[in-house]
């Protein structure tokens, strides 16, 4: 029985658990509400797949007299259910794909969830689970996806993961603490540990070479950026953002699937495999009317879905628009030194952002090498020297920041240049042109000469103490040879000093 995207509404009836014999149910996408018959719990015990996902059911679930031996699938996510998870579940050992994600679940995640033989497919996300998570979770050897996001959980994650199969993990939005495990990365392609409390360095992860995005954003991590790194060769996603990262960037980033726009190939095939996950079953109908059975498919899918800051925003990407963004964001550090030559290497990079750092020396010309770059911030930092008129060439840039840096020169102008406001420059007072106030005349702005005039102010000053302290010495080596002489000015002057002192004496 297939009821989904309807528009109905109401109570389920409890006449539900009469359908002793029902495999498939989807009620999904309509406006039912309240709680569910306990008739239907008990009643449909043949069911194997069960999907009530987007509606407004409520109350406690997964009550102990749940009979749902043969369920291989449940989704139950985006409605109203509330309490702990039973035990009601702890029987469905055909058990899948469970997704209660989006509900008001309490408590912490049970102990028998990490013991279902077949489950491939975890989504436990945006509810009010606490406590730490349960070891067993990574000793399920079939899991492919994991979501645990936008809890309370706290504590530290496991460092040991068990599974062969893990591929999308995704913890973002807890309180987890500790430090990021090595281990963790040996199977995963999605690691998504952002807006956590984790500390620490980040590990050399080892086996990095199937990690597709890593989002480590908003967390404690200090130290430098690991050349670890470097040899990761299906990044697309590389958020770092928001740590107390220091040092300087590591040149060999450009070894990365980030610089396969110089001539290496990347057909993102490798992504295709955890980010949509789905299950299909199928069941066969004999026609009263056709001789021929017919089969109708039921498909139970897991879309993995990552916010990634592009153009000042961030925005949501999933399964075909997923797989064509490639992005690095290193902002908000501590990072200094100048960037490397090799970063105007990535092209197949389209979001690129180092603000916030202590990155010094100059724009890279080589940036105009970044033919895919969509958003550029460089802002925040104390970059000097003159904005490269050869970044005009990208046609592709819709956002451009180079605010709040020593910039100086001539602000170029072509193509996407000219979209560019004062707000891209801001905090640059000896940057010049159309998208700011100071005109670049001679009369009213004087450029710099990258340090040489200063060096040469320098010298000037030098000269004139020497020049200020000859002038003393000759002055009065003069007075003194003129007061050797006798004349009557200067007999006057001994006449004018005796008497002085005569008076002083009196006074005294």
Not at 68 to 83: A, E, I, Q, R
Not at 221 to 237: D, Y
Not at 286 to 298: H, N, Y
Request: with cysteine; glycine share 8%; proline share 4%.
């Amino acid at each position: 029985m297939n009821l989904a995207n309807n528009c109905f509404q109401g109570n389920l009836p409890s006449s539900l658990g009469n359908m002793k014999e029902i495999e498939f149910l989807d009620i999904s996408l309509n406006n039912f509400y309240g709680k569910l018959p306990g008739s239907f719990l008990e009643g449909c015990y043949s069911l194997s797949f069960l999907k009530m996902s987007h509606n407004q059911l409520s109350g406690k679930t997964f009550l102990e007299t749940a009979n749902f031996t043969y369920l291989s699938v449940l989704c139950m996510d985006n409605n109203l259910f509330t309490g702990k998870i039973g035990d009601g579940l702890r029987s469905s050992r055909s058990l899948s794909m469970l997704d209660i994600s989006n509900n008001s679940f309490s408590g912490v995640i049970p102990i028998w969830i990490g013991e279902l033989p077949e489950l491939y497919a975890l989504l436990l996300s945006h509810n009010s689970l606490e406590g730490e998570i349960p070891l067993s979770l990574f000793n399920i050897s079939t899991l492919d996806l994991l979501d645990l996001s936008g809890n309370l959980l706290s504590r530290g994650i496991p460092s040991l993961v068990n599974s062969r199969y893990l591929t999308v993990f995704l913890l973002q939005g807890n309180n987890l603490s500790g430090v990021v495990p090595d281990i963790l990365l040996a199977h995963v392609a999605v690691l998504d540990l952002r807006d956590n409390r984790l500390s620490g360095n980040i590990p050399e992860f080892i086996k990095t070479q199937n990690i597709s995005i890593l989002l480590l954003r908003g967390n404690n991590l200090t130290g430098h950026i690991p050349h670890q790194l470097c040899p990761l060769s299906n990044i697309q996603l590389l958020d770092l953002s928001n740590n107390r990262l220091n040092g300087s960037i590591p040149s060999c980033l450009s070894n990365t699937s980030f610089g396969f726009g110089n001539g290496d190939s990347f057909d993102g095939s490798y992504f295709d495999y955890g980010i949509s996950s789905s299950i299909t079953f199928y069941t066969y109908f004999k026609s009263l009317i056709v001789e021929d059975q017919f089969s109708k498919d039921f498909k139970a899918e897991t879309k993995t879905i990552i916010d990634f800051a592009t153009k000042h925003r961030y925005d949501a990407y999933w399964d075909g628009n997923l797989k064509l963004l490639f992005g690095m964001d290193l902002s908000a550090n501590e990072l200094s030194g100048e960037i490397p030559v090799e970063l105007g290497g990535l092209g197949e990079v389209q979001v690129l952002n180092l603000s916030n750092n202590k990155l010094s020396g100059v724009i890279l010309e080589g940036f105009s090498a970044l033919k895919k770059v969509e958003s550029l911030d460089l802002s925040f930092n104390r970059f000097q020297g003159r904005i490269p008129p050869q970044l005009t060439d990208l046609s592709s840039l819709a956002v451009f920041n180079v605010s709040f840096n020593n910039l100086s020169g001539i602000i170029p102008e072509g193509r996407q240049f000219n979209t560019f406001d004062t707000q891209s420059y801001l905090g640059n007072p000896l940057l010049c042109g159309k998208p700011t106030n100071t005109s670049c005349e001679r009369n009213n702005f004087q450029e710099p000469n990258n340090g040489v005039e200063a060096d040469e102010s320098t010298i000037d000053m030098v000269s004139f103490y020497w020049s200020y302290a000859a002038a003393y010495v000759t002055i009065l080596l003069g007075l003194l040879a003129s007061l050797s002489f006798d004349s009557p000015w200067s007999r006057a002057w001994f006449y004018i000093v005796d008497a002085f002192i005569h008076k002083g004496r009196k006074l005294l």
